[in-house]
Structures are given as structure tokens and as C-alpha cells.
């Protein structure tokens, strides 16, 4: 049985691991589009725009650990009806 600290912590990992296949990808993407298109097949755009994509991952995963008390996808949903706007209940004396 895990505790709720290292199941939120295993949860940070797994965004941390898919955030940079996902960065790097696109930031590969983007480099081998610009490659392509507009540097005439050169090697640089494919190495500037992986290293983009390397270090956004980088600095999410350093947000999402360097704040704990942040957790994604809680969402707690405050009442709909607030102090003030609750019906006051009159009594019939």
C-alpha cells in the first residue's frame, strides 16, 4: 500500500516523463518544419528546436517540484451559494 506523498510524487514523474516526450517532440517537429522549409535542409534548426522543446520540459518539471502543494487535476468546487446569498429564514411569531 503507497502513501498519498509518494503517489503524488510518482504522479509529478509520470507528467514530468510524458511533458518532455511531448516538448521534445514538438520542439523536434518544429525544427525539422523550419529545416525543411526555410534553411534549406541545414542540421542546426533540428538541434535549436529539440534543445527548446528539452528545456520547457525542463523548467515544468522544476515548477511542478519545487511547489508541492501544487497537485493537478483536484479540482474542489466551492458551493454554489455563498454566506450572503443564502435565503434568511423569517419566523412566524
Known amino acids: ?3 498519498q506523498s509518494s503517489t ?3 504522479q509529478k514523474w509520470d507528467r514530468c516523463l ?3 516526450i511531448q516538448y ?3 520542439g523536434f517537429g518544429f525544427g525539422v518544419l523550419f529545416s525543411l ?3 534549406r535542409r541545414k542540421a542546426w534548426p533540428l538541434a535549436m528546436g529539440t534543445g ?3 528545456g520547457m520540459a525542463y523548467s515544468s518539471c522544476q515548477f511542478d517540484f519545487l511547489h508541492p502543494d501544487l ?3 483536484k479540482i474542489i468546487a466551492k ?3 455563498s454566506q450572503e446569498e443564502k435565503p434568511k429564514q423569517e419566523s412566524n411569531e
Open 8 to 10: 503524488v510524487y510518482q
Open 37 to 39: 522549409v526555410m534553411f
Open 24 to 26: 521534445t517532440g514538438a
Open 79 to 81: 458551493s454554489s451559494v
Open 18 to 20: 510524458s511533458k518532455s
Open 52 to 54: 527548446f522543446g528539452a
Open 1 to 3: 500500500m503507497s502513501s
Open 71 to 73: 497537485i493537478h487535476g
